[in-house]
């Protein structure tokens, strides 16, 4: 796998019609791009039938009584989140029948409700229910059921205690404490094992919209998928890509899709290589509070990681003294080839996965890294690094950050 960098991500082209952002706490929601031809609400007038839901045994029909039910009349202090599609609740189910418990009672679910006025409709609906009901693996969430009765559309997850990859690595308090560098490394491996899967020859799916809100976290720290609302059958056959209207996040879009319109499974793979970078840097992929010229992380970082001696300044300060100078030169390496402007140079996610694989198993990690995310948040970087770092950060001072389109801003 050659090492290049990708150019500025085209933010105006024909195909890009901007991101509208929306408040996400819980990982369960997500981000989409919007057209004008889109108009301000995509739910169709009369409820469509339960026949165009594909056949799985594994998913439970639920009534919206038994939704009503389980999350106590969808009570606001049940919320866990908002996002584009509405809001997600907190419920409660009877652990073998899945009909509606008490709280306390059964077992936690995240019950996500469509806005029914909302610009997220019954196609990415659908798309959630069709591919999660089929597909089953460890670092992808679990869907539990559906409910299509009358106007109402709703979806059943299994619940995810520690919440988003998000919160995780950007929001400050007391109960979001940082994350180790082992922990990182290990969401990340978790996160790369479910894009592979999606990506195998026998699944062939392009999940389309990867980023640390998508990111969930169980109880142990592990990495589960969520929000398939946006993806994609790869292309088959002879095809090379599959041609689609530009949906996603922006900031995580590859550059050839914004361009083009084409998406093949390397749009992942670039998607991937922006998340390992704000894993690595603690840095949003897009941050209008940064100084001027740092608003892009992938700009930004381009100056430091073309370079081996300055390629550590991408890290977190809060990191230091958790890692070997070998291992975060492999990870940022790697986040590099994910960020390589020619698809067809960008590793696959099989070799993705292999690499974090060695990362998590070379030498340099200690044991109690390894078992405690708790670290001396007092810990400074060293004096040779930091005077090396300064002297790039003066360089990049002059770097211009993509624009962004107008129309949608970031986390409303």
Sequence with gaps: MGICWSNQIKAESPFHTGVISSKNVSGYGNELSNSSSRGSASIPPTPRSEGEILQSS??????????????RNFRPDSVLGEGGFGSVFK?????????ASKPGAGIVVAVKKLNQEGWQGHKEWLAEINYLGQLRH?????LIGYCLEDDHRLLVYEFMPKGSMENHLFRRGSYFQPLSWSL??????????GLAFLHSAETKVIYRDFKTSNILLDSNYNAKLSDFGLARDGPTGDKSHVSTRVMGTYGYAAPEYLSTGHLTAKSDVY???????????GKKAIDKNRPSG????????????MNKRRMLCILEPRLEGQYSSGQALKAATLALQCLCKEPKLRPNMDEVVTALEQLQESKGTSKNDQTNHQFNRHSQPHRGRRSSCQSSAEETRGVAAYPRPSASPLYA
């Design 58 to 71: 594994n998913l439970k029909s639920f009534t919206f009584s038994d939704l009503k039910a389980a999350t």
């Design 91 to 99: 419920g409660w189910v009877d652990e073998n029948s899945l009909a």
């Design 138 to 142: 460890p670092n992808l969430v679990k």
């Design 184 to 193: 990182r490394m290990k969401i990340a491996l978790g996160a790369a094992r």
């Design 271 to 281: 998607s991937f290589g922006v998340v390992l970078l704000e894993i690595l840097s």
């Design 294 to 305: 740092e608003h892009n992380l992938v700009e930004w970082a381009k100056p430091y990681m």
